[in-house]
């Protein structure tokens, strides 16, 4: 992902905001640099398919403590229009490779438990439920649950 991807990643990422189902998240960063920062630099795609950005991936660090540095959290969204055409696999696939090339040895989610597709991409590669938070947070004033899920490298960290 190059600062060129940031209009089409922004598409996807509103798609994903507007089904309810991706994220609490309201509204997309307003800018790339805004979006950057909070972003790892590395192991961050996109998807492309008749020269179109149809998916994207990308880390967040979950804490600014060095102890941390190898955990982080997942962002995976895949345009609508292109779903169950393999390019979750593609990009998951890629991820975990660059994640662990990177030193990644854990990568972890809070997926709302209704995105039945993305926890079953997220345990295809090796993710497992590690807890459940009931009514963490609200979404449009209704009180949603989420499932954390977790990934450990196999040559990472062991």
Not at 12 to 19: C, D, F, L, R
Not at 71 to 99: A, H, Q, W
Not at 117 to 144: D, M, T
Request: net charge positive; hydrophobic share 40%; aromatic share 10%.
């Amino acid at each position: 992902m190059v600062p060129a991807d940031w209009e089409a990643v922004k598409v996807i990422y509103e798609k994903g905001i507007a089904t309810c189902s991706a994220t609490f998240q309201t509204s997309a960063p307003a800018s790339w640099e805004h979006w950057d920062q909070r972003h790892l630099p590395h192991s961050r795609f996109v998807a492309i398919a008749n020269n179109k950005v149809v998916g994207w991936v990308a880390l967040s660090p979950t804490s600014s403590r060095e102890c941390y540095k190898g955990v982080c959290e997942l962002s995976i969204y895949v345009d609508p229009e292109f779903s169950r055409k393999g390019i979750g696999n593609l990009l998951m696939e890629t991820l975990v490779s660059s994640s662990e090339r990177n030193g990644i040895w854990s990568l972890y989610s809070s997926t709302f438990p209704e995105n039945k597709a993305s926890i079953a991409l997220q345990k295809k590669f090796g993710f497992r439920e590690i807890g459940y938070r009931e009514r963490i947070a609200q979404q449009n004033g209704v009180w949603r649950n989420t499932v954390l899920l977790e990934r450990r490298s196999n040559v990472v960290g062991v």
